[in-house]
């Protein structure tokens, strides 16, 4: 098992497939999941000759299950500890979700700085702030995380069979075609996780205001969001990165759901590709 420790000791799995001179990708998962949540993404770009590389997230899927460092600074860190570790240049970062707010921490902060990120794209992503703030009026109120950590804390295992049931995929909608396979790998990820790394990452991934690292973003970057995303509020995630972003791209998929990188992935990864090479 590929693994690296970082400055403070946290053990960080990853994958990475293809020729080491090839272009690298690298994939940044959503909560509260792991870099299995790309396979598609990851055998796709594999088999177009790229290099893929993936983490898991501390606290997530098969690295360390520390009792700290579960917010953004840490995540963008341990990104940047593994691109450093495997040496990746001119790479390809693309976050879906909670992994959208942590490649553009880790674009801003890092790879730009250090002359490492060619591009970057940002699928059903968190920033600027998914939270109702001052700044952002129209964001949801704090008693909607409030109530994902207390059920995640009566039973997480129920809580996150719902997610996977119903919102995250868009099942619960009229006339969905229903997947359990699908459901059931993400419980099956989400379980393998660290109970207090998910109830805390609820914090890193609803307050944490981005609009400073999206500001900062100057390579180009695409921003990829259903307007069916019952999770992620499309207004409020990537119609506001495409105006606050340098060099953005905007496309809405109707009637997509948060899980699109799955349940569409031909689409997204034909759509990403193009991206990648123009």
Do not use: C
């Amino acid at each position: 098992m590929s693994t690296i420790t970082t400055q403070d000791g946290t053990e960080i799995f990853y994958k990475d497939w293809g020729p080491k001179d090839a272009q690298p990708i690298m994939f940044h998962h959503g909560w509260p999941l792991s870099s299995d949540d790309w396979d598609s993404q990851m055998l796709f770009f594999y088999n177009q000759g790229f290099r893929v590389v993936a983490h898991d997230r501390r606290g997530h899927g098969r690295s360390a299950q520390v009792d700290f460092g579960h917010d953004m600074d840490h995540y963008a860190s341990d990104a940047a500890a593994v691109v450093e570790h495997l040496d990746l240049r001119n790479a390809i970062h693309i976050g879906h979700s909670t992994g959208g707010g942590e490649v553009a921490a880790y674009v801003a902060r890092y790879g730009i700085p250090q002359g490492r990120v060619a591009k970057a794209i940002l699928v059903a992503s968190v920033p600027p702030i998914m939270l109702d703030t001052e700044r952002y009026p129209d964001g949801l109120p704090l008693a909607v995380f409030d109530g994902l950590r207390a059920a995640q804390a009566a039973n997480r295992a129920a809580f996150f069979r719902d997610v996977a049931d119903t919102s995250f995929y868009g099942f619960n909608r009229p006339g969905a075609k229903v997947i359990p396979a699908v459901a059931d790998n993400w419980w099956r990820q989400g379980m393998m996780g660290s109970m207090l790394a998910h109830y805390q990452g609820i914090k890193a991934f609803s307050e944490t205001d981005q609009t400073d690292d999206l500001k900062a973003m100057t390579v180009p970057t695409l921003v990829l969001q259903g307007d069916d995303d019952q999770l992620v509020p499309y207004k409020h995630a990537a119609e506001l990165q495409a105006k606050l972003l340098p060099d953005a791209q905007l496309k809405l998929y109707p009637g997509y759901s948060h899980g699109m990188l799955t349940l569409n992935a031909d689409e997204l990864n034909a759509d990403m590709l193009a991206f990648i090479r123009g």
